[in-house]
Each structure stands twice: as C-alpha cells, then as structure tokens.
C-alpha cells in the first residue's frame, strides 16, 4: 500500500470543475449559522446550487431531493442535531452522499460524542483541520474551536486511518491540504494565510466538497479538486487584495472566473 501523497494535478482539478459547471448538483447545506449567506455565495460562484432547509422533517424530505448534503456541526444544538440525523439518514435511504464537518471536535463533549456517532452512518467525505481529524481518529489533537494548534502533514495518518475505518474520503487541511482514501492520498498546494482571516471559509470549503462528491469518476479527486480549487481562488484573491475587508468578493469573483489555466498554476502576475 503506497500512502506517500502525491501531487493534484491541475488538469485532473480542471475536469472535476467542468463537470460541476455542467451538472449544478444541489447542496443541502446543514451548515454553522454564522457562514449560511457565505456559503450560499461560494456555492453559486461556483455553478452549484445552494439550499439550507433546517427543519428535521423537512431536512429528511429535502436530502432525499438534493445531490449532496452537507452536515457542519460549527453552531450545533439539539434541533440542528435532530435535522442532521434525519438528514443523513435520508440521504443514505436515497443514496445521496454526505460530507461532514466536525468543527471544533474534541473541544467539546457533546459534539464530540455526536460526530463519532456521525461516522457510524457512512459519511461520502470527511473535512476538517489537523486538530479535529486527530480527535475524530481518537487521537488528541491541540486545537481551539476552529483554530488548529496541529500541521496538516502530520494528521495524514490519523486521517489515512479514520478514511480506512469509516469509508469516507477524509481531507485535512491547512498550509497544505491531504486528502486519502486510506490508501491514496493526494496533496493540494496553494492558498493564503489571509485566508484564516476571513469567517467561514473552511466551513465553505466542506460545502464545496459536498457538491463535487456528487460528481462521478473518481471520488478521491474530486474531493481534492474542491480543495484546489479553493486554494487557487484564494491565493488569486489575495494577491489582488490589500486585506481581509476586501478580500470576500475578489474570492467570489475568482471562483466564478477560475479555469483550467488558473488550476495549473498559469496567468499569476
């Protein structure tokens, strides 16, 4: 089993967003509060179509409908508990791939219990920064809410672990991102540090995996297809950018404007 990571190429990032352009999946986005309108925005720039319907019952009749659905457990409480389980639940009587992302894990019990629960149901994709993929893998991690005290690189083996153990496409990610299916695994370059300044844009970012897991082909590039594409927008953005206030629409902008030439690495100035 050959677990080094190796490079996304940019061509292979290109593909995976053609076929996004081409298909518009519906995202049922279960998300933090704080990001729904972000979220929403990046999802559209993109050519996907975004939905928060929050309502359990609704929640269980819309994830049957959608392409993809998204649980972020960012501002969990027990009604948003109770439409995430009825969700995914429907989503997999359907099945419709979900992603998790399990914001702040380990921090705190309960969400902790409950994400663990999560995995149990087979999730199509796993998100999260290296402090939370360590605790989802049952290992400590030393993060602070969203912050992760923890280098990407060295949750790759918890997060080759956790895809081996629930089946899932586990990306972790940072300076740079890892994404494995336990026994691949690709790394995705690119991004900005002005990029952890901005609000929600990992919990976007998990919106953006959950429409390209609705993609066919190769499940573990399109996952890291949504990371690079990402990254590439952000660091196009930030180059044009003299801080985080002006930095949310150039992102959009180069989500909506980015193409196979940006993804491999042409046209910087």
């Known amino acids: 089993m050959n677990t080094r990571p190796t490079l996304l190429p940019g061509s292979t990032a290109a593909t995976s967003l053609k076929q996004l352009r081409l298909s518009a999946p519906l995202v049922h986005c279960l998300t933090n509060d704080v990001v729904q309108s972000f979220t929403a925005n990046i999802l559209l720039a993109l050519g996907a179509s975004p939905a928060m319907v929050v309502d359990p019952a609704e929640a269980a009749q819309f994830s049957a409908i959608a392409d993809a659905l998204l649980v972020n457990v960012g501002t969990l409480t027990r009604p948003h508990a109770d439409a995430m389980l009825a969700a995914v639940h429907a989503a997999d009587l359907a099945g419709k791939p979900w992603v998790l992302d399990p914001v702040a894990v380990g921090g705190l019990s309960w969400r902790t219990e409950f994400c663990l629960e999560l995995i149990t149901l087979k999730p199509a994709a796993i998100r999260g920064n290296a402090s939370e993929i360590l605790a989802l893998s049952g290992l400590s991690g030393s993060g602070r809410g969203v912050d992760s005290g923890d280098d990407s690189l060295s949750a790759l083996p ?43 844009t990992g919990c976007a970012l998990s919106a953006v995996v959950a429409a390209f897991v609705a993609l066919p082909g190769d499940r573990l590039d399109n996952v890291a297809a949504a990371c690079r594409v990402m990254s590439c927008a952000g660091e196009r953005a930030c180059a ?26 042409e046209g910087m100035q």
């Open 158 to 200: 918890a997060a080759q672990q956790l895809a081996r153990n629930t089946g899932a496409i586990v990306a972790v990610t940072g300076e740079t991102d890892y994404v494995t299916d336990g026994e691949r695994s690709r790394a995705v370059a690119g991004g900005h540090p002005m990029m952890t300044r901005i609000v929600g």
């Open 240 to 265: 044009a950018v003299n801080g985080p206030g002006s930095f949310t629409p150039q992102f959009l902008d180069n989500l909506y404007l980015i193409d196979e030439q940006w993804l491999n690495g």
